[in-house]
Structure formats: C-alpha cells, structure tokens
C-alpha cells in the first residue's frame, strides 16, 4: 500500500479503479480491507476509490495519544490534501460516518455527496451499542482467545442468517487475522464515539446525502439512521431489511448500486479528478 504523508502523521491507503474521487472513511476496528473484495469490485468500474487505514491501523503511524472524531476528521481532510483532491465523494459507515459528518460539516467545500451509512449522531434520541453487545465484545477480546473475538465480531456485525454462512465468515477471520487492530486503538476508538455529538448541526449539512441502515444492526440501532435522515435537509434514508450492521458486506452489489445512483455516477465512468 502507498503511504501518504501528512503534516502530523502518514496514513497507508489503496486505490483503485478510474472515476470521480470516492473517499471510503472506515469504522471502528476495521481496515481498508473490511470494506470486502465484493463492495470494492463493484465500485471499482464508476469510481477512483480511496480506501485508508486510521492513525493506529496497519501500517499508518501508530496512535500516540488519544484523539477526537474531529481530529480524525483532519486526518482525512489531510489524505484528501496529499492526494491533491480538491473534493470527493465521501462514504462513511459506523464510526467512519461520524468523521464523515465532521468532514462535510467543518469543510463542506470538499464533499460531493455524502453517504452516511450504519451511523450515529449523538444528541437526544440516538441510541450508542447496547451493553449486552459491549459485553460480548468486551469479554471476547479480553478472553485472550483471538479466534473467540473474531467469531464474536463478525456475529454482532451481521444479521443471524448472514452469520451462519461459513465461506463469508473465513474472508472475514482471514482478514482480521491477517491485518489485527490493536485492542489500545479500539478502545481509543470507542473513546472518541461517546463523545461525538453532531445533533445540532446536521441541519447544517447542504451536500446530497444518503443514509443507509440495516434493520437487524446490533451495533447501531436503525433509528439512528431514521434520526439522521430526518436533520439532514433532502436527505434520503435507504433502510435494508433484515440486514445488520456490515450492510456492503450482505448486500455489497446492492450498496454500490446505491452509492452509483446516489452520486450520478454511471457504470465505466472513466474521468478521474
């Protein structure tokens, strides 16, 4: 992976395909490789996508203090900068959807269009991972016992009928055995969620947006998303049935198709910039 060097760190990403710009913001405890082969194969023929690696993940500079949403915000503002991007589509699912909105929020110049996907707000009416699955995680990843907090991960990300589909579940353990997020930078992570809060400025957000969220997310309860959609001016809200929260990787030909049709971006569009 090629590194970019920015003015406080170096983040590691991958691109591929040809297209407009389209800035994949990942989640906590995930990599660039979480997005799955699927979802990214299927983006790759509309769009030029940058996928990257938080501070703290893979190869990007180890994470030296604790941060913010915000400041992982400027952290893609600055991919943004060293790849000479003056705007991109942005996506961002779970944690990676808070730092979109900071992004779109604090440089609303430099968004396209936004996706906002198994997100969350803060504020009044939102609702954060309940106990029972920070429970399980919890004691899955202090067990010791690496392949227990896989199989615990991947359960509560996925809806119970994906979950039981084996082939799916190995490239998910093959990945998070190959490419490990340090337990100090997920609770790093999980820090700089409970103090996000963007309720009172969505209004505030004028890009295209589109929210999307499955019904059967463990993580981050679809009302969410409903919240979400509802103060954010135009938005529109894409509610997947009986998916749960890694939605692209349930349904990844489907959000493609999405983020296409959201964006106006067609199938082969070559012009990249």
């Excluded at 295209?208 to 998303?225: C, F, K, Q, Y």
């Excluded at 001016?233 to 939605?247: K, S, T």
Aim: with cysteine; hydrophobic share 45%; charged share 20%.
């Amino acid at each position: 992976m090629p590194v970019a060097q920015l003015p406080h760190l170096e983040l590691h990403y991958e691109r591929r395909g040809t297209g407009e710009p389209l800035l994949l913001i990942m989640g906590m405890s995930g990599t660039h490789r979480h997005w799955g082969k699927p979802f990214l194969d299927a983006l790759e023929p509309s769009f030029d996508v940058i996928a990257y690696n938080h501070r703290g993940v893979g190869q990007s500079s180890r994470m030296e203090a604790p941060f913010t949403i915000p400041e992982l915000a400027h952290d893609a503002l600055g991919l943004m900068d060293a790849l000479e991007l003056d705007s991109a589509h942005v996506m961002g699912i779970s944690m990676g959807g808070m730092v979109a909105q900071e992004l779109v929020l604090r440089h609303p110049e430099r968004v396209r269009t936004l996706v906002l996907g198994c997100t969350y707000a803060g504020g009044p009416g939102s609702a954060l991972t309940g106990q029972d699955v920070i429970a399980e995680l919890s004691s899955s990843m202090l067990s010791g016992d690496r392949e227990l907090a896989i199989r615990t991960a991947w359960q509560v990300n996925v809806s119970p009928a994906f979950a039981a589909g084996r082939d799916s579940y190995e490239t998910f353990a093959e990945i998070a055995r190959q490419l490990p997020v340090a337990v100090p930078v997920i609770m790093a992570q999980a820090q700089a969620i409970g103090s996000h809060d963007t309720s009172a400025r969505l209004a505030e957000i004028r890009v295209p947006t589109l929210v999307i969220h499955g019904t059967e997310d463990r993580m981050l309860a679809a009302s969410n998303g409903e919240l979400i959609a509802r103060a954010i001016p135009g938005a529109r809200l894409q509610v997947m049935d009986g998916v749960g929260h890694l939605f692209f990787w349930e349904e990844p030909e489907r959000s493609a198709a999405l983020v296409r049709e959201h964006t106006g971006v067609s199938v082969g569009s070559s012009a990249r910039g």
